[in-house]
């Protein structure tokens, strides 16, 4: 990771990120640290960032990468896949090429596909490097500077509970009956894709064709007579993939993921003329284990029978816990990087950490450089001036507020001033 511009922060900064973001912001804070450099960061948060990596189906990746493989290389010949699929399908087949190699996606899934035997699911090198790599930095890959670091997990800290995702080995998807692909007509298309398992060898994916062609009927010839009344089935197996040495994520809670809307499943859905899209459900993506960061415990590990006495959010005493002062986890799994989630989250932490108080400015003459006020609710000023002191360079006025920053009367602030007003846009 390269930065083409590192900035000096004069005022103390709360900086808050979701998702990968997360993960560079904190990489960001450890390389300046590292390299002797003043971040001036107060509070820094992350949303549902993977600190311990994310997780897409296992047999979806690998269908999906068979579908690409196969367009890919009947276009060669001609195959007009925009018209067999449709535009809006196709179209969804670059949004399946950048999830495989997008660099995001192999730092982040703990499986990822493309760069492993198949039947030995494991990370992506890009992956093991990123973490060699931040591991390196600051202190144990986190900042050290930082006031306060917390961490909001969109998932719940129920465990394995049955709301979303499959069990180890259960069933995710079945289809067996005649189908019609590319314009040719077979009898029989069966479909099975299961969850991976836990530690046990398991196939996950079996899908073949098979087409019946009628036998020539010879008197006296039991065996043709026989073949003549059944036919001979010709088998295509299309996909048989067993897989073992995995841990089962599909269900943990946390962050979930829809698929449909990564586009892949609607070209699997194109190709082989099926309704997976009909029988989907959410699974988990960022586990809440991986987005608090908790040391030593499995993806679906159930927090809420370890951590008494909390109701969303917790203090942290211990940190051979978690790297973070703090984390925050939602009553049920939310979808993850969900706008309206995001911003309720981030005025829960407003709430939370700084208060959930308004703020009153009054009859203030503002001469210092570095004048920082804030507040969770809204900011009021009234007879407020900022003015040059011979002292400082400039005098500098910074408000962040949650809600509004109302100007009452009598405001005023000079040319050579700095002024920065912040509000977070909350929605309700």
């Known amino acids: 990771m390269q930065f083409s511009q590192i900035m000096i922060a004069t005022i103390k900064l709360l900086l808050w990120e979701k998702a990968w973001g997360g993960l560079v912001a904190r990489y960001a804070l450890s390389y300046m640290e590292s390299n002797g450099e003043d971040h001036n960061t107060r509070l820094f948060m992350t949303m549902d960032t993977p600190h311990q990596g994310a997780y897409v189906s296992y047999a979806v990746q690998h269908l999906g990468k068979i579908a690409l493989d196969i367009i890919n290389f009947l276009e060669i010949f001609g195959v007009d896949f925009s018209e067999a699929l449709g535009e809006e399908i196709y179209s969804k087949k670059e949004d399946v090429d950048k999830m495989f190699n997008a660099t995001s996606s192999q730092q982040m ?12 699911p494991e990370p992506s090198p890009v992956r093991t490097q990123f973490l060699n ?9 986190y900042p050290g500077k930082v006031d306060k670091m917390v961490a909001f997990s969109f998932g719940s800290g129920k465990g394995a509970d049955g709301t979303q995702g499959f069990d180890a080995g259960e069933t995710r998807y079945s289809y067996n009956g005649p189908q019609e692909i590319l314009g040719v007509y077979f009898d029989n298309l069966n479909i099975c894709t299961k969850a991976i398992p836990d530690n046990e060898s398991l196939k ?5 064709l098979e087409k019946k062609f009628p036998a020539p009927c010879i008197p006296h010839w039991p065996i043709f007579n ?3 009344g059944h036919g001979i089935v010709l088998k295509l197996q299309l996909v048989d993939l067993t897989v073992e040495g995995t841990l089962s994520y599909e269900n943990a809670p946390g962050g979930f993921f829809n698929l449909a809307t990564a586009g892949m499943v609607e070209v699997l859905d194109g190709l082989l003329h099926t309704n997976v899209l009909d029988n989907l459900k959410n699974d988990c993506f960022v586990p809440t284990v991986s987005s608090l960061d908790l040391k030593n415990k499995p993806l679906v590990f159930d927090i809420r029978n370890f951590f008494t006495g909390f109701e969303n959010y917790y203090e942290v005493n211990d940190h051979s816990i978690t790297p973070f002062d703090a984390f925050y986890v939602e009553e049920e799994n939310k979808e993850h990087g969900k706008t ?10 407003f709430e939370l950490i700084i208060g959930d108080d308004d703020l009153l400015l009054k009859d203030l003459f503002i001469t210092d450089e570095k004048a920082q006020y804030e507040a969770a609710g809204s900011i009021t000023l009234d007879n407020v001036h900022a003015s040059s002191n011979p002292s400082a360079e400039n005098a500098a006025l910074h408000l962040r507020a ?10 005023s602030i000079e040319k050579s001033c700095t002024f920065e007003v912040v509000t977070q846009g909350f929605c309700e």
């Open 204 to 208: 996950i994916i079996d899908i073949y």
């Open 109 to 120: 899934l703990v499986y990822y596909r493309p760069d492993c035997v198949p039947e030995f």
């Open 226 to 228: 026989f073949l003549c």
């Open 133 to 141: 790599d931040i591991d390196r930095l600051g202190i144990n890959g």
């Open 340 to 349: 309206g989630t995001t911003d309720k989250m981030i005025k829960r932490a």
């Open 402 to 411: 949650g809600k509004n920053i109302i100007f009452e009367k009598d405001f």
